[in-house]
């Protein structure tokens, strides 16, 4: 496709519950990212792919987070016993050299 | 004290005012700076990609970098209605596509008609 797509949009979790968002980067980019943006705040490193590889997971808030890219395109990022401080908005972009692409993100609100 | 400091705002401007966004960051390794407009519900969307000091202009948007300050702007002349989003600053150190952007918190811009 043109850009970086996310789905789902919107995710309504009650607490405890797992979810699993979904990144589709743009054909060929090597690089995906995963960003959090809480709100009225910038977005916040997460974790970072290169191809298949996730060489980056520093930004990831605890355990309960987890994100895989297995052949190197679509990348998913699971929260497990999602907590309502894990409500934000979870943006993905991808690059192939310096210009870096987000998505519209998927909002996730833990009630 | 955050790597990167941005005025949240709001910042609200008539309609062709000069609009000025200021961002100040304390890591020396930034050498790749950018501004991003997030409207409502939607990405960020890449305005400006500056690497080093001085000024680059694309049409109304100049962004600014004073490396020796620790200081970079975006001035939006001429402000439409359209120009209404959040601006957010973003910087990195070299080697950008494969580390991440350290964003400040975002400037709400509102430019009234």
């Known amino acids: 496709g043109a850009g970086v797509s996310q789905s789902p949009r919107y995710k309504v979790a009650k607490r405890g519950q797992d979810v699993a968002l979904r990144c589709d980067p743009i054909s060929g980019h090597v690089s995906l990212f995963w960003y959090q943006q809480a709100l009225g705040q910038g977005p916040e490193f997460l974790t970072y792919?290169?191809?298949?590889?996730?060489?980056?997971k520093s930004g990831l808030p605890s355990d309960r987070f987890f994100a895989e890219r297995p052949e190197g395109s679509v990348s998913t990022l699971k929260i497990q016993r999602t907590q309502q401080e894990d409500s934000a908005v979870y943006l993905c972009?991808?690059?192939?050299?310096?210009?870096?692409?987000f998505g519209s993100g998927t909002r996730l609100t833990v009630v | 004290q955050k790597e990167v400091e941005q005025d949240p705002g709001p910042l609200s401007v008539p309609e062709g005012a000069i609009v000025s966004l200021n961002c100040t960051y304390s890591?020396?390794?930034?050498?790749?700076f950018m501004w991003y407009r997030q409207y409502s519900r939607k990405g960020p969307e890449l305005l400006m990609y500056?690497?080093?000091?001085g000024n680059k202009e694309d049409g109304r948007f100049t962004a600014q970098v004073d490396k020796s300050s620790k200081y970079i702007s975006l001035f939006i002349r001429d402000s439409q209605p359209s120009d209404s989003a959040t601006y957010l600053c973003?910087?990195?150190?070299?080697?950008?596509?494969?580390?991440?952007?350290?964003f400040g918190k975002g400037t709400r811009l509102s430019v009234i008609a």
């Open positions: 972009a991808s690059s192939l050299r310096t210009e870096v692409t």
């Open positions: 500056t690497y080093s000091s």
């Open positions: 890591n020396s390794a930034f050498q790749y």
């Open positions: 973003a910087m990195t150190p070299p080697n950008s596509g494969n580390t991440p952007l350290v």
């Open positions: 792919f290169q191809n298949e590889a996730q060489l980056d």
